[in-house]
């Protein structure tokens, strides 16, 4: 199975907003609303930061908002901040029963 | 609080068999609102999704792995295991345990452990 596609890098001044795409197929990002992300620090674990599309557990700032389009899903963070800094991951269930992440993108805040 | 703590060996000789385990404290195994999944990311690399388990031993796992997964479930020690066989460097990565919330079919890791470092070498 291919990964989701995500640009490797994004990068934005303090206070702006930035959007993280994930792009995939009608099997996975387009076909169901299981699209999930992550967000890891250097050397961290994984912390899920939106489920559903664009839902968000409980604790995670309302600066993050996911959404998608036919078969690519975004994720923006609005009010960037410095603590914001830090590699994202896109996630997907398939029609193969199984699941896939994207690639990963590392947010830089200038 | 859910907790999940993989182990295992840190060092693995290539061909030999790799095995975890993740033991799972604050909550069970047995849920029905949850599978049990291994992730995984090599060094400097993005996350890899390896399969995931029911407490029914159901399982589904990673095409690109073939069939050198197995995975499996102990519900009285609220374990969850994952064997790979036949390993070589490009197996060398952090191995994560984490919960996949199932219940409406949303499928999100939304606990994760701490990471275990296997490397593969002789």
């Known amino acids: 199975q291919s990964a989701l596609t995500q640009p490797a890098s994004v990068s934005g001044s303090p206070g702006q907003s930035i959007t993280i795409s994930c792009t995939g197929t009608?099997?996975?990002?387009?076909?169901?609303?299981?699209v999930s992300w992550y967000q890891q620090h250097p050397g961290k674990v994984p912390k899920l930061i939106i489920f559903?599309?664009?839902s968000r557990p409980s604790g995670v700032s309302d600066r993050f908002s996911g959404s998608r389009s036919g078969n690519t899903a975004s994720l923006t963070i609005s009010g960037l901040q410095a603590e914001d800094e830090a590699d994202y991951y896109c996630?997907?269930?398939?029609?193969?029963?199984?699941?896939?992440f994207g690639g990963g993108t590392k947010v830089t805040v200038l | 609080q859910l907790q999940l703590q993989e182990s295992g060996p840190g060092l693995v000789k290539p061909s030999e068999p790799l095995s975890l385990t993740c033991t799972v404290s604050?909550?069970?195994?047995?849920?029905?609102?949850?599978?049990w999944g291994w992730i995984r990311q090599p060094p400097g690399k993005g996350l890899e999704w390896i399969g995931i388990?029911?407490?029914?031993?159901?399982?589904y796992n990673n095409p690109s792995l073939k069939s050198r997964v197995t995975m499996s479930v102990d519900t009285s020690k609220n374990q969850v295991s994952l064997n790979l066989s036949s390993v070589t460097a490009a197996d060398t990565a952090v191995y994560y345990c984490?919960?996949?919330?199932?219940?409406?079919?949303?499928?999100?890791?939304?606990?994760w452990g701490q990471g275990t470092l296997v490397t593969v070498s002789s």
């Open positions: 984490a919960r996949l919330d199932s219940w409406l079919r949303l499928y999100y890791f939304d606990s």
């Open positions: 604050g909550g069970s195994v047995s849920s029905s609102s949850y599978h």
């Open positions: 388990i029911y407490y029914t031993g159901s399982s």
């Open positions: 009608s099997s996975d990002v387009g076909g169901f609303n299981s």
């Open positions: 559903e599309v664009g």
């Open positions: 996630g997907s269930y398939t029609t193969s029963n199984t699941l896939v």
